[in-house]
C-alpha cells in the first residue's frame, strides 16, 4: 500500500513566479490536510480538503494561495508570484475520517526555495 | 486555542542511556496528543498517539508517553537510545469534537544520540 505521494520533492522559483506542488493521498483516504514548515518551526495547517471541497482553510494566506483536490487527480497547493517567505517545506497528509483520533499520514514533503 | 511547547530545541544522549523529550501542551478542551518523529528529508511518521483511553502510551521502537493532567505534560520516553533514534521529534495536540483534524505542532526537539 502506497503511503501519500508529493511531487515535486524539491522546486526552486523565481520571485514572481507560480509554484504547484502535489499530494496523492493513500489509497482509501479522502480527507487531504495541507501543513507548512518554516525553517526552525513546527508544522502549521493550511487546509482541509475532501473530494471537490474545501473543508477550512482557515491556516491559508488569503492572498496567492489556493489549494484544490478534484475528484480526479491529486490535490494541489498552488502558490502564486512567490516571494522569499514562501521558502518551506510544504507537507500533505491523508486521513480514512476527519476526527482528531484518526492517523494523519505524511508525505515526504516538498521543500520550495524562492530566489 | 491550543499551543505546544517543547522544553529544549536540541537533546543528545549517550547511546543506551534514557531519552526523555518534555512537552507541555495548552488547551480549552480535551485534547488528542501526538509524537511524530521526522529523519532529514523525509515526511513525519507517528510514534504514538493519546485519544483519551489508557494515560500511559506505548508506541513504535520503543517510545512509550505518559498523560499528566494535573501537569499538562505528555512527556516521550525510551529506556535505552540508539544510534537510529537520531531524529528530529515534534509533539502536537488537537481538540476533541470539531475541528479535531486540525493538529498543532510544538517547534520540535532534534535528538542526537552519541555512540
Known amino acids: 500500500n502506497a503511503g501519500v505521494m508529493q511531487n515535486p520533492r524539491h522546486l526552486v522559483r523565481r520571485r514572481g513566479q507560480e509554484a504547484r506542488l502535489r499530494c496523492s493521498p493513500m489509497k482509501g483516504h479522502s480527507h487531504v490536510y495541507w501543513y507548512r514548515q518554516l525553517p526552525e518551526e513546527g508544522l502549521k495547517f493550511m487546509v482541509y480538503l475532501q473530494k471537490e471541497n474545501i473543508i477550512d482553510e482557515s491556516g491559508m494566506p488569503k492572498e496567492r494561495f489556493s489549494a484544490e483536490f478534484p475528484k480526479e487527480g491529486p490535490s494541489i497547493l498552488r502558490i502564486q508570484q512567490v516571494v522569499r517567505g514562501d521558502s518551506a517545506a510544504y507537507f500533505c497528509?491523508?486521513?480514512?475520517?476527519?476526527?482528531?483520533?484518526?492517523?494523519?499520514?505524511f508525505g515526504p514533503g516538498t521543500r520550495l526555495t524562492v530566489l | 486555542a491550543q499551543s505546544v511547547t517543547q522544553l529544549g530545541s536540541h537533546v543528545s544522549v549517550s547511546e543506551g542511556a534514557l531519552v526523555l523529550l518534555r512537552c507541555n501542551y495548552s488547551?480549552?478542551?480535551?485534547?488528542?496528543l501526538f509524537w511524530y518523529v521526522q529523519y532529514p528529508n523525509q515526511g513525519l511518521q507517528l510514534l504514538l498517539k493519546y485519544t483519551s483511553a489508557a494515560t500511559l502510551v506505548k508506541g513504535i521502537n520503543g517510545f512509550e508517553a505518559e498523560f499528566k493532567k494535573s501537569e499538562t505534560s505528555f512527556h516521550l520516553t525510551k529506556p535505552s537510545a540508539h544510534m537510529s533514534d537520531a531524529a528530529e521529534y515534534f509533539c502536537?495536540?488537537?481538540?476533541?469534537?470539531?475541528?479535531?483534524?486540525?493538529?498543532?505542532f510544538g517547534k520540535g526537539t532534534k535528538l542526537s544520540v552519541i555512540p
Open positions: 497528509a491523508s486521513s480514512l475520517g476527519q476526527e482528531g483520533y484518526n492517523e494523519q499520514f
Open positions: 488547551s480549552s478542551v480535551p485534547p488528542y
Open positions: 502536537a495536540v488537537s481538540r476533541t469534537g470539531a475541528g479535531s483534524y486540525q493538529l498543532t
